[in-house]
């Protein structure tokens, strides 16, 4: 079988603008976390006015300010995230063949604030003055579109729309193209922007966001005893994947083998997860990965309580028990949940922490929940030595995916 490895990697979330800053903070504890600044939340007497938004962007430094219109911030965010990733993998122009480079883009919503903007316009103005930019502008695989325009790539161009798993079934796609000889590289990007009032009323209406206004930067807090659901958050992340031996021929840097990825549906609840259904995808994961001793896990971690409770039990049962478990964090206490980019920036994240040899911490934990009794570094990084680590994502639906890297 092929092998897949990356080569070249970015991200922007609510810590930090590129993939070092942003995997410093993280490390710091710093969390992005606070009031909504990207509409009047309590004016419109939203009962949650918190979320990890993306500060001081401007989409003009990534695309020309007469592009700018055309898109949503979910493809501006992606373009940034896919440019850091791009030049990152440091490509020969002239050696290399952009008919055998896809792309693989996920969000788990898309245009969301496009489409608010463009109902109330339909609604106060008239069809008429709808955007002609909208459409183009909102669908979920015009983050493919754009990414592959602005680097010229012509292989396979996918798109993930799998809810909070949809950037972690990207990097899968994306694999699987590599595996099955239909391209030599992939560029994968993850998107989402939905901190909006449609976005933030919607899930709160569900009752799954955390109701702490008072309290931003504690809001988030995984696997913690008083938890009281998720933060929206917002970014980007990519990821070049390549096959091993191309990586290899023209002296690519390396920061993982994609060693294993599993995938399931839980076909339970349309919004509430099982322990079944992650536990297969991680069994799957596993077994393709030749069943490794996985040294870190960054879990997918909402801070909701069933989420966190049914994740540490399907870790127990995968490890054979808690005092088996490797060190388990979510970051996101620091950065919120950014749906479908989340898996990107958490894989990103993960791949990270094995370059460097240190463990993100699960911020914000105060209060242990008996029933979440992992080694979950809590509140301080810690430094150890990470050979092989393993990324989930769940999401509504019941859609599970997980993927497994290895140093090399």
């Known amino acids: 079988m092929r092998r897949v490895v990356v080569t070249g990697m970015g991200m922007i979330n609510a810590v930090g603008h590129d993939k070092e800053t942003s995997f410093k903070a993280m490390c710091d504890g710093v969390c992005g976390i ?71 883009a996920a969000s788990g919503i898309g245009g969301l604030p496009s489409i608010e903007k463009n109902s109330i316009i339909l609604n106060t103005r008239g069809p008429r003055r709808i955007s002609p930019f909208f459409i183009p502008g909102a669908l979920v695989n015009m983050l493919g579109g754009f990414v592959s325009i602005d680097h010229g790539l012509r292989g396979p161009n996918l798109a993930a729309v799998t809810a909070c ?30 901190v909006t009032g449609v976005g933030v009323g919607g899930f709160a209406s569900m009752k799954a966001l955390s109701t702490r206004n008072d309290d931003p930067k504690t809001a988030s807090r995984p696997f913690d005893a008083e938890r009281d659901g998720f933060v929206m958050g917002e970014g980007a992340a990519a ?33 509430t997860p099982s322990m079944d259904g992650p536990l297969r995808a991680m069994q799957a994961a596993m077994n393709m990965a030749g069943n490794p001793k996985v040294d870190y896990v960054n879990a997918h971690g909402t801070s909701t309580p069933t989420n966190d409770r049914n994740e540490t039990a399907a870790l127990k049962v995968l490890f054979g028990g808690k005092e088996n478990c490797p060190p388990v964090t979510s970051t996101k206490g620091q950065t919120g949940h950014c749906l479908g980019a989340a898996g990107g920036i ?31 570094v809590p509140n301080e990084a810690r430094k150890a030595e990470l050979n092989i680590v393993m990324s989930n994502s769940f999401g509504f639906g019941g859609t599970n995916g997980v993927v497994i890297f290895k140093k090399i």
Do not use: W
């Open 34 to 104: 606070d009031t909504i600044t990207l509409f009047d939340a309590e004016a419109e007497g939203q009962g949650v006015r918190i979320a990890g938004e993306v500060k001081d962007f401007d989409p003009a430094t990534v695309m020309p300010p007469k592009e700018v219109k055309k898109a949503d911030r979910f493809i501006q965010l992606g373009l940034k995230a896919a440019q850091e990733a791009m030049a990152d993998a440091d490509f020969c122009e002239a050696d290399t063949d952009y008919d055998r480079f896809g792309i693989a």
């Open 239 to 271: 990821l070049v994947l390549e096959e091993y031996d191309a990586a290899v021929a023209r002296g690519a840097k390396i920061y993982g083998e994609l060693i294993g990825f599993g995938e399931s549906g839980d076909a339970n609840h349309i919004t």
């Open 346 to 376: 958490e894989a990103v994240a993960a791949l990270m922490a094995m370059r460097e040899g240190i463990i993100p911490p699960t911020i914000n934990h105060m209060n242990p929940d008996p029933e979440c009794d992992l080694d979950i």
């Open 165 to 194: 798993a949809a950037g972690t079934h990207a990097i899968s796609e994306a694999a699987k193209t590599i595996i099955c000889n239909g391209a030599e590289r992939m560029l994968v990007v993850t998107a989402e922007s939905a």
